[in-house]
């Protein structure tokens, strides 16, 4: 009973006496216990991870090529034994698009995520932790950019800096430029909800004992900042963070669906959707496909955040 | 009160100078709107530096911006290209309310903009009433009945609603309702505009033509609102003065609806105020699907035409809108609760 007591995943209902003499258990095991617990956040894991093997695994079955090889001859044609998912308007299979688009989507919300963390974390802890001039300049600009709901903002400056930018290699394969601008233009209009949460953040964190501690041994501005407030104020980022993903998946469907957004060759389940709608009668797999990839998508990594949400909250008295 | 209303206002300005800058900075680089003027090429050389010269683009962007914002009837521009400014300048700037006149088609802005936003208008009124009255249902149902069957299935419809992407909705409605029932010899919902050419803008033709669109931009709002009314709504039947409500006899439907739900209502006042202007990012891709001619058609057809003057309205309009909704939601919130004293 003591084995199994000290191992990090002992039966979940069990919670007798015997439990109360195990090692009190450390921060991230109790986190893993709550988010465990969680159904649907292990629902939307379980989803995204096969979702990324399907993108990525995919690609030992199709090669590139054939998501991009065009058959006039084979146009339109509805989901059969050679294309499981049908073809699009100009004869390509969408099976393999589904798998190259979804990579790109993927790691579109992947690096938008990381774009806008870089902002949102930078800004937010200088408002928060210097406060002040810095502040108010800070926060003005935040909210700047919130005034214009972000879909308006976005198509503006895809339509911006998509004039000019070549298509690039990489590791092997031709991608769009634009799939550069579509990231940075995302993170760049994602931040300032971000950056709000680290500000509110630095501001309570700060204020704590410890710090005054840290700043009396004589720590350093950037080690207070990154070393002591940061690592205690993780918990909302990633949260915030998870959820942009999803957010960032949609917003480039949106600007790839109303056609400024990721331009051919290169696939994703946004602009595979572009135009589609004009073959609603005709040819549903055209839509369907990418469309339920991205719903499914943007609700595994919803669940998932959710469950961060709970399992990451300290207050939270479940075990 | 109002020197808080004025403060907020005061503050806005230096705001919407730094947002109105940026965004016609950003238009001014964003392509030629020569190039699809009037629907037709102009290709020839001089016909394109003439027109440049009578709409004012050879000027530099700050000297536009400053056109934009102030007029240039103080001063005089070169019309005829002989390099002396001979012309005197007729616009007054949107200072003065003169929002311009659009590259694309000659009119002036608030005639362009003042056509399609009664039609913008009418579908998010709609859909905001519908979103109030079916998440208030829906929310209420579910805190009154937490953990039952009913309460969980439409907690992950929710879920499952508001995850999903407005065009997949947009498209699947349209597949079953409209594709599907016609094949199937049902009643069918029409897919795209206002009306049928043939019957013309009648009533019963409008809201006929509303009803996917509208469904479509309030399901993801009503996802949201639902989740968040239930917990709001849950939080407030735990409070004391509901037990003691319900402790000195008073009816259920007096607890629930007067005393729970007054003070469950109460964040959701300012959401909905929040939101409203949001509602029209909804409605960009909802209006460029379903044909609709309303605000959100009229920005993409411009932006992807360069049309400065016409897409500087809409967004500052937008911008506008933002802020005065903002400051709404603080007023009404500080009308209803008492505790909150603006300073």
Request: proline content about 5%; charged content about 15%.
């Amino acid at each position: 009973m003591e084995s199994s007591a000290a191992q990090p995943s002992p039966g979940v209902a069990r919670l007798t006496l015997d439990e109360l003499e195990t090692p009190p258990l450390s921060l991230g095991q109790l986190t893993w216990r709550r988010f465990r617990r969680h159904r649907m956040a292990i629902f939307g894991s379980i989803t995204l991870l096969l979702m990324v093997l399907y993108c990525f695994g995919g690609m030992m079955f199709f090669s590139e090529a054939d998501a991009n090889r065009t058959d006039t001859g084979a146009r339109l044609q509805a989901p059969s034994r050679v294309h499981p998912f049908g073809t699009d308007t100009i004869g390509r299979d969408i099976l393999a698009r589904t798998i190259y688009g979804g990579q790109i989507s993927l790691i579109i919300g992947m690096t938008a995520m990381l774009v806008e963390l870089v902002f949102g974390i930078s800004i937010g802890a200088l408002a928060g932790y210097f406060g002040g001039l810095i502040d108010s300049i800070t926060m003005r600009i935040t909210e700047a950019v919130l005034i214009i709901p972000q879909i308006f903002l976005l198509l503006v400056m895809a339509k911006y800096f998509a004039q000019s930018i070549p298509n690039y290699q990489f590791m092997g394969r031709t991608f769009s430029g634009s799939v550069l601008v579509i990231i940075f233009v995302i993170g760049i209009t994602s931040w300032p909800y971000l950056a709000r949460i680290v500000r509110a953040q630095f501001l309570s964190v700060k204020e704590n004992d410890f710090i005054l501690a840290a700043r009396a041994t004589g720590a350093s501005t950037r080690d207070i900042i990154f070393r002591h407030i940061l690592p205690n104020s993780f918990a909302p980022i990633i949260v915030s963070a998870t959820l942009s993903v999803a957010a960032a998946i949609t917003l480039e469907a949106y600007i790839s669906f109303l056609g400024l957004g990721v331009r051919p060759p290169t696939a994703t389940w946004g602009n595979m959707l572009e135009g589609a709608y004009n073959y609603i009668d005709t040819a549903w797999w055209l839509w369907f496909f990418p469309g339920f990839f991205i719903a499914l998508t943007v609700l595994s990594i919803n669940f998932l955040g959710d469950g961060l949400r709970d399992a990451l909250d300290p207050h939270s008295r479940a075990v | 009160m109002t020197r808080y209303i004025i403060r907020r206002l005061l503050q806005a300005i230096p705001l919407l100078f730094l947002v109105s800058l940026v965004l016609f900075v950003l238009m001014q680089n964003m392509g030629d709107p020569l190039a699809t003027m009037g629907g037709r090429k102009v290709t020839r050389k001089e016909d394109r530096e003439r027109l440049a010269r009578q709409l004012g683009l050879d000027k530099p962007v700050l000297v536009q911006y400053i056109y934009w914002l102030v007029g240039n009837d103080w001063t005089k521009t070169d019309m005829d290209g002989d390099g002396v400014a001979e012309t005197p300048g007729v616009r007054k700037g949107v200072l003065r309310g003169d929002w311009g006149i659009s590259l694309v088609n000659r009119q002036p802005v608030t005639k362009v903009i003042g056509e399609r936003l009664p039609n913008t208008l009418l579908l998010m009124l709609t859909a905001e009433g519908v979103v109030l009255v079916s998440a208030l249902l829906i929310g209420i149902y579910s805190a009154l009945r937490q953990y039952s069957l009913v309460d969980n299935i439409v907690t992950a419809a929710t879920f499952v609603f508001y995850s999903m992407p407005v065009f997949f909705f947009a498209l699947l409605a349209m597949y079953i309702f409209s594709v599907n029932f016609r094949k199937w010899g049902l009643p069918y919902l029409p897919t795209v505009g206002m009306f049928e050419p043939g019957a013309g803008q009648t009533v019963s033709q409008v809201v006929w033509h509303m009803v996917l669109p509208v469904a479509t931009l309030s399901f993801g709002f009503i996802a949201g609102y639902s989740r968040y009314i239930r917990s709001t709504m849950l939080e407030a039947l735990g409070q004391d003065y509901v037990r003691t409500a319900k402790a000195k006899g008073l009816p259920r439907p007096e607890v629930i609806y007067v005393h729970a739900l007054k003070n469950a209502a109460l964040p959701i006042v300012t959401i909905v105020a929040l939101d409203l202007p949001f509602l029209l990012g909804g409605a960009i891709v909802t209006e460029r699907i379903f044909g609709w001619p309303g605000m959100g058609r009229l920005f993409l057809d411009h932006v992807s035409r360069s049309d400065t003057p016409v897409v500087m309205g809409i967004l500052m309009m937008i911008a506008l809108a933002v802020i005065l909704f903002q400051i709404i939601a603080d007023i009404t919130y500080a009308w209803l609760d008492p505790r909150i004293r603006y300073k």
